[in-house]
């Protein structure tokens, strides 16, 4: 394999719930879910069981042909949702890259203007495909890739409206964001910048595209971020949480959008198949009729407030901070030592950035799990920087 990450030397074999077995028969509490993938565990019996029924009547036949499961997925995802339309795909770079595609057809196809520049922010992340790296607002993902395709404004400074102000011009479609910058160190959107930046964009005839591949599908503590910003996008994407594990992304909308990607316009050949939307769908209906994000807004709520308690006065912590189960305790120094100490301690978690810890619990995490992962954590705090 290319060495693309940095990968830690442990070798997994097996999961289920929290828990997570190595080679050697270490047990681990995981503390990452996959990096915001197995938003209900590892292994979890509902979806095992959507998976095992649809692997035993239809694979795959192609997008040219309609399908029940993405059929029925389609309908849960628009009824419990603001969007009208949602096209599939198969991860959250696909998904944002369809996202900057519909904004820019929109205005040069339907509306018949020269419009295509794209804002986006300083640390946000985007993905890995030429475009979507090319939005994303850190250098280092661009790095080697030039020359990046053109259209893309990422100066833009978070929570700061007067930025994006600046940033527009007779060019510009679309403002894109991640409600919570996760990859960027954990840093929640102000409910006042957002709903100022809803305002700015209606006023200047712009698209508002939230980037909810992370904090998608109940992970900052309602089904998406953006429900509790009391304002609607016009696009948003999400993947990580979809399938719990099982690769699907998808890129919703509204109706007015619906023009501009007609047939020939965008398509994938494995998107949205049988299997991917049986268990998309399995992990939404559980999701839905288990209250899953209002559980995950109490235990964030817990979260927090005891890793504030634990570590908020210790010399080598600057802040603990996020929304819902995605979490961040802010270092002043590098994260790494911290990351592997907790590791060797048996509690998965993963960076944000140099300085981050990021915690990213499954949204069933029991309060006995809770407290076990906050012990580990204070304890290596207190062992490595005391």
């Not at 499961?69 to 890259?97: I, K, R, Y």
């Not at 029991?366 to 204070?378: H, P, S, V």
């Amino acid at each position: 394999m290319f060495p693309t990450y940095a990968r830690y030397p442990l070798t997994i074999v097996r999961g289920a719930g929290s828990k997570l077995w190595d080679a050697q028969g270490e047990e681990y509490l995981d503390f990452s879910s996959g990096l915001a993938v197995t938003n209900l565990g590892h292994s979890f019996e509902p979806v095992k069981e959507a998976l095992k029924k649809q692997l035993d009547e239809l694979w795959h036949v192609s997008n040219l042909f309609h399908t029940v499961p993405q059929q029925e997925l389609a309908a849960l995802l628009t009824e419990h949702t603001c969007a009208d339309l949602v096209f599939f795909c198969n991860s959250g770079a696909e998904a944002n890259e369809a996202a900057i595609k519909l904004a820019r057809r929109y205005y040069q196809h339907v509306r018949g203007e020269n419009r295509y520049e794209i804002i986006t922010f300083k640390q946000s992340f985007h993905g890995r495909t030429l475009a979507t790296l090319t939005a994303t607002g850190q250098d280092k993902v661009k790095d080697g890739f030039a020359p990046l395709p053109e259209g893309f404004y990422c100066e833009a400074l978070y929570n700061d409206l007067e930025s994006v102000k600046a940033a527009i011009n007779e060019r510009t479609c679309a403002v894109m964001l991640e409600l919570v910058q996760a990859e960027g160190g954990v840093i929640p959107a102000d409910k006042e910048f957002v709903q100022q930046l809803r305002r700015l964009c209606d006023e200047h005839d712009l698209l508002l595209i939230f980037d909810e591949v992370q904090t998608g599908m109940g992970r900052t503590g309602t089904l998406f971020a953006y429900e509790q910003y009391g304002i609607e996008p016009d696009i948003f994407t999400v993947a990580k949480g979809l399938g719990n594990g099982f690769p699907i992304g998808a890129m919703l909308s509204k109706a007015k959008l619906v023009e501009a990607f007609g047939p020939g316009s965008h398509a994938t050949t494995f998107g949205g198949t049988p299997i991917a939307t049986a268990a998309a769908k399995a992990v939404l209906t559980y999701m839905i009729e288990h209250r899953v994000p209002e559980q995950a807004r109490q235990m964030g709520e817990y979260l927090l407030g005891r890793l504030r308690e634990e570590l908020g006065g210790h010399p080598y912590v600057q802040e603990v901070r996020g929304l819902g189960m995605l979490i961040g305790v802010v270092c002043k120094g590098p994260a790494a030592d911290l990351i592997k100490a907790a590791h060797e301690e048996r509690l998965l978690v993963v960076p944000a950035g140099p300085n981050v810890v990021r915690l990213l619990p499954n949204l069933l995490l029991t309060k006995e799990e809770a407290e076990q992962g906050i012990q580990i954590l204070t304890r290596v705090f207190r062992s490595q920087r005391s």
